[in-house]
């Protein structure tokens, strides 16, 4: 049963462009939610997380955006860069289960010159 | 952020027999967890470590077929115990950062059983 699904598996944009990642969930118990970034043969790298008590966090480039109505959230990259091509996945975690992460099945991105 | 070495980074084995991956973080952390990627497949958590207590393990995981070791606040092994084609996955170790807003990760252990 997957509780956070990520609906694009793939997703090509120019570069200087806005890259736009979706993710839904499903459990209305989960209060942060984590993206990352992995490289082939890499290990995820974290990029930017967010509170359910918020709607909105920023950091450089980075911006998630959180619409609990919907159970909905997303990852802007502003402006998409090359080295920015990579999986992108959405992770959510909930207070009852501590520290796990239920991790969506990625985005591959793909920033074009 | 935390600094995360794995070894090996990556064996093929043949079923039946064990591996043992071992994570090394730089900083003395409480919890350490253990995830898997199956090919084409999301992350899914297998346990978390605690040092000084055994390990918890999540639905569909047991301790004989994924035993781990947590010796001290700085290292974990996890062993794949009488492997068949379908462990063929990427073991990651990770570790929390501030609180549960942050999670980092170990760079994996991709392991191809024949």
């Known amino acids: 049963d997957q509780q956070v699904k990520q609906n694009s598996p793939s997703l090509s944009v120019q570069e200087g462009r806005i890259s736009i990642l979706n993710c839904d969930y499903t459990?209305?118990?989960?209060?942060?939610f984590l993206w990352y970034k992995k490289y082939p043969a890499e290990g995820p790298t974290f990029l930017i997380s967010?509170?359910?008590?918020?709607d909105k966090n920023e950091d450089g480039r980075f911006t998630v955006f959180l619409n609990k109505s919907a159970k909905h959230l997303s990852l802007h990259i502003v402006p998409s860069q090359p080295g920015d091509s990579a999986v992108y996945f959405c992770?959510?975690?909930?207070?009852?289960?501590?520290?796990?992460?239920?991790f969506g099945k990625g985005t591959s991105l793909l920033v074009t010159p | 952020s935390a600094v995360i070495s794995q070894k090996p980074s990556r064996d093929i084995c043949q079923r039946g027999t064990s591996l043992t991956i071992q994570c090394q973080v730089d900083s003395q952390v409480t919890m350490m967890f253990w995830y898997r990627q199956q090919p084409g497949q999301s992350l899914t958590l297998i346990a978390t470590a605690n040092q000084g207590s055994e390990a918890t393990y999540e639905s569909g995981f047991v301790i004989d077929k994924f035993p781990i070791s947590r010796p001290n606040l700085t290292f974990s092994t996890l062993t794949v115990s009488n492997m068949s084609p379908e462990d063929s996955s990427i073991y990651l170790c990770s570790v929390p950062g501030r609180g549960r807003e942050t999670q980092y990760f170990g760079p994996g252990t991709r392991l191809l059983v024949l």
């Open positions: 459990n209305s118990m989960f209060d942060y």
């Open positions: 967010i509170s359910s008590i918020k």
């Open positions: 992770a959510a975690s909930a207070l009852n289960s501590g520290y796990a992460l239920n």
